[in-house]
């Protein structure tokens, strides 16, 4: 294969020839990449232009909703600092508010607007249709033993 083509995730570089294959953390990365790029053409494609890649690290499953901004950065392992500008331009976009927490008034709380929420179904459709092209390129039983196998490591104790 030519590492010409930029348009194919899974093509083979010069360095790839050199290192050998791709280990399961580069193979996982460039899934996700691929689901990803799919996710931000979706929402394009309807209408959130506004959207940037950054702004799906904020908006990934299962969503900053009701999450205070503290927990949310230690979930995303980012700054508090990265997060909060993030939260800005998520804020001054429309996709979200921070409301106080009304269980510790020093903290806030991130809601979701209805145009944040409206986001989520194109979200997910995009991941959907990917892995119904994926589940047509191995079949059904080949990615369902794929997600089957990432739920069992998600469910492993971390080191």
Do not use: C
């Amino acid at each position: 294969m030519s590492s010409t083509d930029s348009s194919n995730t899974f093509t083979i570089s010069e360095a790839e020839a050199r290192l050998g294959p791709p280990l399961m953390g580069a193979l996982l990365r460039m899934a996700y990449e691929t689901v990803r790029r799919r996710m931000l053409e979706s929402l394009h494609a309807n209408g959130f232009v506004d959207l940037d890649a950054p702004h799906l690290n904020v908006l990934q499953y299962p969503g900053p909703d009701n999450v205070r901004p503290s927990d949310l950065a230690a979930r995303l392992r980012i700054s508090k600092q990265a997060l909060n500008y993030q939260l800005g331009e998520l804020e001054r976009l429309g996709y979200l508010e921070r409301h106080p927490d009304p269980d510790d008034l020093r903290s806030r709380r991130i809601v979701l607007t209805e145009r944040g929420w409206a986001t989520v179904p194109v979200i997910r459709e995009a991941v959907l249709d990917t892995e119904r092209e994926w589940a047509a390129q191995l079949g059904d039983d080949r990615l369902e033993e794929l997600r089957a196998l990432l739920l069992e490591l998600r469910a492993l104790p971390t080191p």
